[in-house]
């Protein structure tokens, strides 16, 4: 069985900060991983997804690797900024369409 | 395009009771998924569906029906409603086509906050 883990649970940093959020997963047979930012209150919205194949993708101020072997993914948000504040959640695609294991997220504090 | 849309946002139900939550997505995605996010835990898949017409479970789908009669809406349904059904529920949707050209990413809905009294 997949399971996903974000480490750590909680985050808070001062505004300006490069910061990294870690996602590690146990069953390295993925399609895919997907990060996700949630707002308070609010539904997902994606920032990244890294097919199986790649090593990283970008977006803006956020990159996302990842590293199958190894069973982790880390997300890199550079210049943090009050709003980026949010929980983050990645998720990993494995064992067919319907087998997507959310981890429990990361929730980023930035103070101005 | 207004993505995916979730009615209602809130509900509160007494124990033993039904209700559907709606979902709907204008972006002729073919995959739609049905999540519950319960409190510092990680989003459940209850269910999904491929296409119209097909449906299957997922990793949590007990005391959950679900029905999906065109692309664009993806109804649950709740029977007999339970306090442990008390949750936030998530609709999403994606593209998934064939090896080359699935893009996968999922794009979710509000959400709607369900309490069970």
């Keep these: 069985k997949q399971e996903v883990t974000q480490i750590p649970a909680a985050l808070s940093v001062p505004e300006g900060e490069n910061l990294v959020l870690n996602c590690s997963f146990t069953d390295?047979?993925?399609y895919n991983l997907q990060w996700f930012r949630q707002d308070p209150g609010k539904g997902l919205?994606?920032?990244?997804?890294?097919?199986?194949s790649q090593r990283e993708q970008t977006s803006g101020r956020l990159n996302a690797s990842l590293d199958k072997s190894s069973g982790r993914s880390t997300l890199y948000i550079a210049a943090s900024q009050p709003g980026d504040s949010a929980t983050y959640l990645c998720a990993v695609l494995s064992g067919g369409y319907q087998k997507v294991t959310f981890g429990t997220g990361t929730k980023l504090q930035v103070i101005p | 395009n207004a993505g995916v849309t979730q009615t209602p946002k809130f509900r509160i139900l007494k124990i033993g009771q039904s209700m559907t939550l709606q979902c709907a997505q204008d972006m002729n995605h073919n995959y739609m998924y049905w999540y519950r996010q319960d409190p510092g835990m990680g989003l459940k898949l209850i269910y999904y569906s491929v296409g119209?017409?097909?449906?299957?479970?997922?990793?949590?789908?007990?005391?959950?029906?679900v029905s999906r009669s065109t692309t664009e809406d993806f109804p649950l349904r709740l029977e007999?409603?339970?306090p442990s059904q008390t949750s936030v529920y998530f609709c999403a949707?994606?593209?998934?086509?064939?090896?080359?050209?699935?893009?996968d990413t999922q794009y979710f809905g509000p959400g709607t906050r369900l309490t069970v009294l």
């Design chain 1, 28 to 30: 390295s047979a993925i």
């Design chain 1, 45 to 52: 919205t994606s920032l990244l997804l890294i097919q199986s």
């Design chain 2, 52 to 65: 119209a017409g097909i449906t299957d479970k997922g990793e949590v789908p007990n005391g959950y029906n």
């Design chain 2, 80 to 82: 007999l409603a339970a």
């Design chain 2, 93 to 103: 949707s994606s593209f998934s086509g064939t090896s080359g050209t699935s893009t």
